[in-house]
């Protein structure tokens, strides 16, 4: 069964930096693409960012371009994803989760989620 674990998340002031972890296990992931999600309170979740994890094609939500960054760690079959010049509008539950790499597939697998806070 595959399961992902986020760490990471905390208190930060506006500007600051945060990098999150998310390790996977239970599966083989060189077919998947590992994406980041957020849901800050009375709102959707959305997506963040996301990453295929064979060939390490990226792809980013235009809140975020030039601010975050993600990438894998092969030896720890993690995935990183580092925020830098953090905003208070960053404010959420940031969760990992999975899918298979073909157009259309759902994510189907998914964390528990790591609060982040950023204050003004």
């Known amino acids: 069964q595959v399961q992902l674990v986020e760490s990471g998340g905390g208190l930060v002031q506006a500007g600051g930096s945060l990098r999150l972890s998310c390790a996977a296990s239970?599966?083989?992931?060189?077919?998947?693409?590992m994406g980041w999600f957020r849901q800050a309170p009375g709102k959707e979740r959305e997506f963040v960012a996301s990453?295929?994890?064979?060939?390490?094609?990226?792809d980013f939500a235009d809140s975020v371009k030039g601010r975050f960054t993600i990438s894998r760690d092969y030896a720890k079959s993690a995935v990183l994803l580092q925020m830098n010049s953090l905003k208070p509008e960053d404010t959420a539950v940031y969760y990992c989760?999975?899918?298979?790499?073909?157009?259309?597939?759902?994510?189907?697998?998914w964390g528990q989620g790591t609060q982040v806070t950023v204050s003004s």
């Open positions: 989760a999975t899918r298979l790499a073909y157009a259309g597939a759902p994510y189907r697998y």
């Open positions: 990453i295929r994890w064979s060939g390490g094609s990226t």
């Open positions: 239970g599966g083989t992931f060189s077919s998947y693409v």
